[in-house]
């Protein structure tokens, strides 16, 4: 049968071969670790329990997981075995759940998460690029505590050059009212980490200033302001695979930041001196296999 799960649409047959993201029937996994590279709401001091899922429903050029992403490297689990991997994060202390490029397993991974969730007790976070389907969301609904999600493009032509789909933003601004639905605006407990909300990031690409511009004014105009939080982003780097091939300036990145404060965004701002690869985790099944 089919896989029409994504905005896609691909209609592979993954028991046979994998579809357009690269996945086929079975779960795999890149990694599933403590990661502290996550906004400080998500991070905290303990870290935030990420699973890195292999594929990905987007083919972004400028990818920083190149070999997740457009490789699918990964490692093939049972649905036993996830389970177990949920608990053993919970027990080095993650202070939430974090599920990455989940999007091609939503239909494996949902109803184990739906049954361990009370028992886990941690916050599900779905750290996801903004390009999923209402299918796919309503498998989510009742069960994420925070969608962590891209805003990429303001235009559908961006999505097409830079990540392969005609309607990323199209899908995105349907996408981002059912997950506002959905999580309500943000919530944090005393320590400062967010328990429930939409964390909106945003990359700054070089040469993509106005459509920058373009989708915080979108974003804007989406949700109150005080209920969403904004995470912008200047780390990109070339990844040697496609554009862009330059980095960012400092006038790009400021101007870009000049304007999300004046609209009122909180958040969390990265410094223009954050660009380097320090951020992209190495990918070699850590956690993944006992
Ligand atoms: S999830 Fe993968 S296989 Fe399914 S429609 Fe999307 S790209 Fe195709």
């Known amino acids: 049968m089919g896989c029409y799960l994504c905005p896609r649409r691909c209609g592979a047959d993954r028991t046979r071969a994998p579809g357009a993201c690269g996945a086929g029937d079975t779960l795999r996994l890149a990694r599933a670790e403590l990661h502290f590279w996550e906004e400080p709401c998500i991070s905290g001091q303990r870290g935030s329990g990420a699973i890195f899922f292999s594929g990905c429903t987007l083919r972004c050029t400028y990818c920083q997981n190149y070999e997740v992403s457009h490789k699918s490297y990964g490692i093939g689990i049972t ?12 027990e080095k202390g993650a202070h939430n759940l974090n599920l990455v490029t989940a999007d091609p397993y939503l239909a494996i991974i949902a109803p184990i998460l739906r049954e361990e969730k009370d028992k886990l ?3 599900i976070v779905y750290n996801c690029s903004g390009y999923e389907s209402q299918e796919q969301l309503r498998l989510l609904d009742g069960l994420c505590d925070i969608y962590l999600t891209d805003f990429k493009y303001a235009d559908n032509s961006l999505g097409e050059r830079l990540s392969g789909v005609p309607d990323y933003t199209d899908v995105l601004l349907r996408a981002l009212p059912e997950m506002f639905r959905q999580v309500g605006a943000c919530r944090f407990d005393g320590e400062g980490m967010m328990t429930k909300g939409v964390l909106v990031r945003h990359l700054v690409l070089p040469g993509c200033r106005k459509d920058s511009l373009a989708a915080l004014t979108m974003l ?10 904004l995470s912008l982003m200047s780390q990109f780097t070339p990844n040697g695979h496609g554009e862009p091939s330059r980095r960012l300036t400092r006038f790009e990145y400021e101007s870009v930041a000049s304007k999300a404060l004046l609209l009122g965004f909180e958040g969390y701002f990265q410094e223009f001196s954050s660009q380097t690869s320090d951020y992209t985790p190495d990918f070699h099944g850590q956690g993944v296999t006992k």
């Open 121 to 123: 007790g941690l916050p």
């Open 79 to 90: 649905p036993e075995r996830f389970r177990e991997i949920l608990y053993e994060l919970k």
């Open 220 to 229: 804007s105009d989406l949700v109150p302001i005080g209920d969403v939080r």
